[in-house]
């Protein structure tokens, strides 16, 4: 089975600007959480998401959204770049915390500078 | 919302030795307790995890133990080998939220 996929792999952004991240889940896996982790703050959960619809959400502003689609995978974006948001991005995939899944797969992330 | 702890923040080991990580957690709620190995450039990796309602885990030379009643938990590994340098992250899952909220990490070194 293949493993969490996300796209793309580095990124180079300019203060100001916007940028989307994509991650698609392992197979029959149906909730994507996305992750920022830095060195300061290490690994922050940001939302998730389960069949199209975001169930959680953590304490970013709202500059940072995502979406999934009905195939599970899932984009997030974030506007307005600032050089604080430079960071590793990760998505894991699971099959459903609400049946007792909860065993998280992460991808390899996204690394994103901010310039 | 949910606290996790992890110390030591770094551990250096000889090879052959073993390694223990310690991680304490706040939330009663939680009831299933990952964890993750990241090596540079990767993605964190779960290398082994437990439920609420098991004391101990064994998987080969990893193995995982759980107080409930202390809110702690630990990771073991025995016979280190220089594969096993990375960073290793604790995690507890809880039911009043359903996040998965992460330990600081610890940076082990296994010296050869």
């Not at chain 1, 960071?87 to 459903?96: H, K, M, N, P, T």
């Not at chain 2, 998987?59 to 280190?80: C, G, M, P, W, Y």
């Not at chain 2, 080998?81 to 992250?89: G, I, K, L, M, R």
Request: hydrophobic letters at 30%; charged letters at 20%; proline letters at 4%.
């Amino acid at each position: 089975k293949a493993g969490v996929t996300q796209t793309p792999r580095y990124l180079i952004k300019t203060r100001g600007q916007q940028v989307t991240l994509s991650c698609s889940p392992i197979s029959g896996h149906r909730s994507v959480s996305w992750y920022q982790q830095t060195p300061g703050q290490g690994l922050q959960f940001l939302f998730e998401y389960f069949s199209e619809t975001q169930r959680n959400k953590g304490n970013f502003p709202g500059r940072f959204s995502g979406r999934q689609f009905s195939n599970s995978r899932s984009e997030m974006n974030v506007s307005t770049l600032e050089l604080g948001d430079s960071a590793l991005y990760l998505c894991a995939s699971s099959q459903s915390a609400v049946t007792g899944a909860y065993e998280q797969y992460f991808g390899p992330g996204t690394r994103l500078t901010v310039t | 919302g949910e606290n996790v702890e992890q110390h030591p923040s770094t551990l250096s080991v000889q090879e052959g030795d073993s390694a223990v990580i310690k991680c304490t957690y706040s939330d009663s709620a939680s009831n299933y307790f990952p964890w993750y190995k990241q090596e540079l450039g990767k993605g964190p990796q779960l290398i082994i995890d437990i439920r609420s309602n098991v004391g101990e885990k064994k998987d080969q030379r990893i193995a995982v133990t759980l107080n409930k009643t202390a809110k702690h938990f630990s990771l073991h590994i025995t016979e280190t080998q220089p594969e096993d340098s990375a960073v290793y992250f604790c995690a507890a899952f809880s039911v009043n939220d359903y996040k998965l909220s992460f330990g600081a990490g610890t940076t082990v070194t296994v010296r050869a």
